[in-house]
């Protein structure tokens, strides 16, 4: 009989996943004294933009294992994953903030749909360590939140702890290119929070240029120009998803997007050229730093996709499957 998390990964897309070269990786985060002990996020690096990451599991000899030389803290009002942690709740107690939870890609409750089966946080919730041999917690593949943030990452947890936390987890995503879709895993990644880094802008030329950052999280706002920042001309984007499936997509940018007072011109055009989208977004439209969503009304074909903006122009193909 199949485990709880090969049944739930049938159903989300399938086997016969390869695996790619994805890390984990930790950030200090600096809590203020709010809150006892030390604060952490741990992030899953995926290798492209075109990678996505939904679901960390237990399954067979893979265990999953979240632990702490000390306690980790656990805030009266909160839960054990973000889907509960709202943003009303965080202005009203500000040391919820540093609450210990897992996730994927969500900061809080905001548009969050992250479920969990077969996990046990009993303990976890008691500030002890997080043990699973079978189970996950996950969004659908196609979900927003499956896709990497500025810097091609995905955050897996938050941990507050008095003591040193360590993990061993197992992943699972999706690569997308024009045209195909494969499953990817990655077995036993482990990570340690003596590894912490601070995160920031490392490049001495852009100018966000952070001299305290130990890890560049992909934050660089671009060159400085006589004074003035923009997009660099050979900045890279993708159509998530794709084949696009419902009625919105991202445009998501494998850096920061910093538009600038200058809006960005989205066109679509199907396989005559005839333009069948356009929309015009500005520095206000740009989700989680580097996405776009984009409502369309297309029927299912091929199109072709084309970004403006006065520092760069660019196109990609992407198709509507309904």
């Known amino acids: 009989m199949k485990n709880i998390f090969a049944m739930t990964a049938a159903l989300l897309m399938g086997f016969g996943a390869s695996a790619t070269n ?3 990786v930790v950030e200090a985060v600096d809590n203020g004294g709010l809150v006892p002990g030390n604060t952490y996020r741990v992030y899953a690096v995926l290798p492209t933009a075109q ?8 399954a067979n000899e893979h265990v999953l294992n979240v632990a702490t030389t000390g306690t980790f803290f656990q805030h009266q009002y909160g839960s054990s994953t973000t889907t509960t942690l709202s943003e009303a709740g965080l202005m ?3 040391s919820l903030a540093f609450d210990s939870w897992v996730t994927v890609g969500a900061e809080s409750s ?8 077969g996990i046990d946080f009993t303990d976890f919730l008691a500030g002890n360590e997080l043990v699973a041999t079978d189970g996950a917690w996950f969004v659908v593949p196609t979900d927003v939140q499956a896709a990497a943030a500025v810097g091609n990452k995905v955050l897996l947890m938050q941990l507050t702890t008095d003591g040193t936390a360590t993990g061993i987890l197992n992943l699972q995503g999706r690569l997308t290119t024009e045209g195909s879709q494969e499953t990817w895993l990655e077995y036993d990644l ?3 929070t003596d590894d912490a880094q601070v995160f920031g802008c490392t490049d001495a030329n852009a100018a966000n240029y952070s001299s305290s950052a130990s890890y560049n999280d992909g934050s660089c706002e671009g060159q400085v120009t006589n004074g003035l920042t923009g997009i660099a001309a050979d900045t890279k984007w993708n159509v998530f998803p794709n084949p696009v499936i419902e009625s919105t997509f991202s445009m998501q940018f494998d850096a920061e997007l910093v538009l600038g007072d200058e809006n960005m011109i989205i066109e679509a055009t199907d396989l005559t050229g ?7 977004y500005s520095q206000e439209d740009v989700i989680g730093g580097n996405r776009i ?3 369309h009304g297309l029927a299912a074909g091929t199109y072709t996709l084309s970004a403006k903006h006065v520092d760069f122009s660019t196109a990609q193909n992407f198709v509507v499957a309904r």
């Open 293 to 295: 969503v984009i409502k």
């Open 92 to 94: 009203i107690t500000p």
């Open 110 to 117: 905001a548009n969050n749909n992250l479920f969990d089966i």
């Open 274 to 280: 005839k333009i069948v989208l356009t929309s015009e």
């Open 51 to 58: 990678h996505s990451l939904h679901a960390i599991f237990a």
């Open 190 to 192: 482990t990570f340690s």
């Open 22 to 24: 994805v890390e984990l």
